[in-house]
């Protein structure tokens, strides 16, 4: 059993295309998180959301664009994806709180040619 | 935001113990501690949390000064199936839930 699952598990897509990448946890948890993880391996906050509402909003270019259609789905839409996009998103969850532990899914490996 | 440091890689043998410091000056009252590691091609997993002196689990032990400034992962015994990135994380509660990764430390475990 899958505790954060995510797909696809790799995408490869040209510039200026829209993608999708889904999210989904069974665990119960209230918080979704996506990151994202560049070559250098850095891994940064995009957005965060409890119960479908969305609480964390970092500086990303709005051709990103989260829904959480329940609590125990968070999706990432970027339209126009263009090189600098390519990276590994992870999305993670938990209770809610910053001390909570954050469980986290396989990642998708994006690459933009 | 409380900034954490630390090093960039360490190599290590099997059966060593592999210690990890982090460096996280500015911590706030309320935050604690976390590690996680990442193996490649996976996400990051959960080690261990602490807010002060001392934590041990199955898989580490956690130190933490009475100043709070530093705070070292121990790893015992280390095999090579613990090749992996370390990654040091001081809880924003103010901040909402935001967790910030810093570059994390590579140990590689040699035969």
């Known amino acids: 059993d899958t505790a954060v699952s995510q797909t696809p598990k790799y995408l490869v897509t040209q510039m200026g295309n829209d993608k999708s990448i889904k999210c989904e946890q069974n665990l119960g948890h209230d918080t979704m998180y996506w990151y994202k993880q560049d070559s250098k391996k850095f891994l940064k906050i995009m957005f965060s959301y409890n119960n479908k509402e969305l609480i964390i909003n970092e500086t990303v270019p709005n051709r990103f664009s989260p829904k959480s259609p329940d609590k125990a789905h968070l999706n990432l839409h970027i339209n126009s994806l263009e090189l600098g996009d390519s990276a590994v998103y992870f999305c993670?969850?938990?209770?809610?709180?910053?001390?909570?532990?954050?469980?986290f899914g396989p990642g998708t490996r994006l690459l933009v040619l | 935001l409380a900034k954490t440091t630390q090093p960039i890689s360490m190599d290590s043998y099997e059966g060593q113990e592999v210690n990890i410091t982090c460096s996280h000056n500015n911590i706030a009252t309320n935050d604690y501690i976390t590690w996680y590691q990442q193996f490649p091609s996976q996400g990051p997993r959960f080690i261990i949390q602490?807010?002060?002196t001392k934590v041990t689990n199955e898989v580490a032990s956690l130190f933490i000064p009475a100043d709070r400034k530093s705070s070292t992962l121990s790893l015992p015994r280390v095999s090579l199936s613990d090749t992996a990135v370390y990654y040091c994380l001081v809880g924003e509660k103010a901040a909402g839930n935001k967790l910030t990764f810093g570059g994390g430390t590579r140990v590689l475990v040699k035969p």
């Open positions: 993670a969850s938990n209770s809610g709180t910053s001390q909570e532990t954050q469980y």
């Open positions: 602490g807010y002060k």
